[in-house]
C-alpha cells in the first residue's frame, strides 16, 4: 500500500486578474515522472462585461496537455483546425506532438454575462519516440465522460480502466487519468506497481495512510501497487499513474524535448511558420 512521502503547496503565480496556483514544478519537486506541470486556475467568480482567459494563440511541441473544467468553460481553437467550447464538468486532451499552436479563451457569452471559473491543465511527457507524432486533440463534454460510482466516492475516468470501465480518451503511453469526487468515505486504486502516481488535492483536504493532504497540496507517494485515499468531508482531487519515462527532460518555456538542441530546433520551426497559425474563435 503506498502512503505519502512529502506534500507540497501550490504557490500563487496570477496571471493578470487570474487567480493561479502552480503545485508543480514547484519548490522541491521538478515533475511526478511524466507529469511535469499543473496550472490550478481559480476558483474565482468573473464579473459581467470581464476580459476572460489571456490564454491567445501560442505553441507546444513534445508533450500533451489535459485539461479540466470544473467550473466555467473554455473555448479552444488550434492550428491543426479544431474547434471546441468546453463547459464545466469536461475536458480537452490535445497531444501536441511534433508541434501545435492553439489558443484558450473564455466565450464571448461568459465574457459578456460573467460567473464562476475553476480550470485545471496538467501538462503529460512524451517519450521520444513519440515527442514528433502529429498533433492530436479530444474534446469532451461531462456527459462524456464516464462517471463511476464507487463507495463513498465518483471517479471521473477520462483515461485508463478502473472497476472493469476504460475512460473515452486512449492516452499514446497508457496513462489513466481522471478526478474524483470524494464524499464521506475512501476510494482505492490498484495496479500502480512500478508507475509513477499523481495525486492534486483541489478541493477539501483528503487522507493517505494516516497522512492528510490539504486542499492545493500535491502529495509524493512510496512505491506500492495500490493506494486509498479517504476524506471526511466532501473533497475533489485528480489522480492518474504513468510508466515511468527513463530519458532526459529539456522543457524551455511552451516546448519540451530531450536535448537542448530540440529545444532550438523547436524555436526554429515555430518561428518559420512549420507549427501553422490557430485563430481565436471565441463561440
Known sequence: MRTVVSVHPAYRNDIGDLVTRRPLPGPGVENVGAFLFLNHHGPQAYPPNNRGLPFGPHPHRGFETVTFILEG??????????????RAGG???MTAGRGIVHAEVSPAGFKRDGGAMEILQLWLNLPARLK???PRYIGLQAEGIPAIEAEGAIVHLIAGAFQGETGPVESLTGTMLGWV???????????LEGRDVFLYAARGTIEVGGRQVPQFHLAQLSAGDSVTVSASEPALFLFGHA?????PIVAHGPFVMNTVEEIRQAFA?????????AEIVEG
Open 73 to 86: 468553460e473554455l473555448a479552444h481553437t488550434d492550428s491543426a483546425g479544431h474547434e471546441s467550447v468546453i
Open 243 to 247: 510508466e515511468p519515462i527513463d530519458e
Open 132 to 134: 514528433m507524432t502529429a
Open 181 to 191: 469526487e470524494l464524499r464521506e468515505g475512501e476510494v482505492t486504486f490498484d495496479g
Open 91 to 93: 475536458m480537452q486532451w
Open 269 to 277: 520551426d515555430y518561428q518559420a511558420g512549420t507549427f501553422g497559425v
